[in-house]
């Protein structure tokens, strides 16, 4: 039902993509030369997208587990209003996927520095 969620082909699948990615991306720009305007744009459309993305996953998460009953003491077994909720995961889950566009902005600005091991363990190990 949830696309990328029921088989672990598919993190294995986009953990061998981000790292290739990756590896072809620090040759290509090693030739190539792109302008701090078009990363600026870039960052800031991306960073505008996360804070939208996110906030909405708060703003949804504290709206529906209010309807729903849910407490930090106790829990409401309203499995009808929970569907909201695994819709929410799975936009949380498919946001880990868009952040991995953080890493090639990296790249772009070959920041070298930020693309540290704890980086690429942070973004991989999502999955």
């Known amino acids: 039902k949830w696309p990328l969620v029921n088989t672990k082909v598919c993190a ?4 061998i ?10 040759r290509m720009m090693s030739k190539t030369q792109t302008s701090n305007h078009t990363l600026y744009s ?6 505008s997208s996360q804070i939208m993305i996110c906030s909405y996953i708060v703003i949804e998460g504290i709206c529906t587990s209010y309807d729903a009953g849910y407490t ?7 499995f009808d209003r929970s569907h909201r909720l695994e819709r929410l995961f799975w936009l ?6 868009w ?5 090639f ?6 920041s070298w ?3 540290s091991f704890l980086h690429m363990f942070h973004h991989s190990s999502a999955f």
Request: charge should be positive; include cysteine; proline fraction near 0%.
């Open 72 to 78: 930090f003491l106790s829990c409401a077994q309203d």
């Open 105 to 110: 902005i990296i790249i772009a600005q070959q």
């Open 99 to 103: 952040d991995f566009s953080d890493t």
């Open 92 to 97: 949380y889950y498919v946001k880990k996927i």
């Open 42 to 47: 870039l960052k800031f459309a991306y960073n």
């Open 17 to 26: 993509y981000f790292f290739l990615v990756i590896l072809f991306r620090a």
């Open 12 to 15: 294995i699948v986009l953990a």
């Open 113 to 115: 520095r930020q693309l």
